[in-house]
């Protein structure tokens, strides 16, 4: 894990030639939707011509829990929070077979199996013909949270076995536990079928470097002060 958890890494569905089992991208694209969080769903629609040549209609924000879908109506893109989706998923508004192509960022939000919002959306990625999850952390701390990632991209013919993966690569189920076992193993597996990392310092090569500065401030009341201390 110690070589999967910086910068962005994304899991697809993008399998080795001998086990390659998705079609080539048709024309004219199919719709896509992205699960984002509220910050990076209104960078993504601040910046839509400067990534994809689409145009303003092609792109929706949803914004509404109410909002429906349709094979006739959906535009290219479509935008949504992780809350708004499993609440449009839940109340039957948007399905697998409207959107072709699933693009999940931040996807370590779909770290525990038992939570409401993977129960929700994990199926939809599980359907879908194309699967993208980015994470620049895909795992905080047990190599048990990249499970439900996994599934979503494992075609239902590898990484479906949830008992199997804990005994392999984890010793305990614990939500405490933080051992872990044949990460090597675990590497290469992932690199050797859907993880593909890129570090920003390859990517955003126009980043200029950081620059960290330390800052001062007075804090005169006495009680605040044993507040501050308490909590550090």
């Known amino acids: 894990l110690n070589n999967m ?3 962005a890494i994304s899991c697809s569905t993008q399998l080795p ?34 990534i994809l040549p689409l145009q303003k209609n092609d792109v929706r924000v949803v914004n509404s829990g109410k909002e429906k879908f349709s094979p006739a109506n959906v535009p290219k893109v479509v935008i949504c929070s992780y809350n708004l989706a499993t609440n449009l ?4 508004h948007v399905t697998a ?5 699933f693009i ?15 129960k929700s959306i994990l199926p939809l990625l599980q359907q879908s013909k194309r ?10 701390a047990r190599p048990l949270e990249l499970f439900p990632q996994l599934t979503a991209v494992g075609n239902d013919e590898w990484w479906n076995d949830e008992e199997e993966f804990v005994s392999k690569y984890c010793s305990s189920r614990s939500s405490k536990a933080r051992e872990r076992n044949n990460l090597a193993e675990l590497h290469a597996l992932l690199s050797s079928t ?29 009680r605040i002060q044993s507040e501050i201390i308490k909590r550090m």
């Open 97 to 101: 077979a409207i959107f072709k192509s």
């Open 104 to 118: 999940v960022d931040e996807s370590h939000m779909l770290k525990s199996l038992k939570s409401k919002r993977t």
């Open 89 to 92: 998923i839940l109340n039957g």
């Open 131 to 140: 699967c993208i999850l980015l994470s620049g952390t895909p795992a905080f």
């Open 17 to 50: 030639q001998q086990v390659k089992k998705k079609q080539r991208v048709q024309s004219p694209p199919p719709p896509e939707t992205s699960c984002a969080t509220d910050r990076v769903k209104t960078t993504a629609k601040k910046k839509q011509n400067t």
């Open 194 to 222: 859907v993880m593909i990392r890129r570090k920003k310092k390859d990517m955003l090569k126009e980043l200029p470097p950081k620059v960290r500065v330390r800052e001062y401030v007075d804090v005169p009341d006495k």
């Open 5 to 7: 958890d910086s910068n």
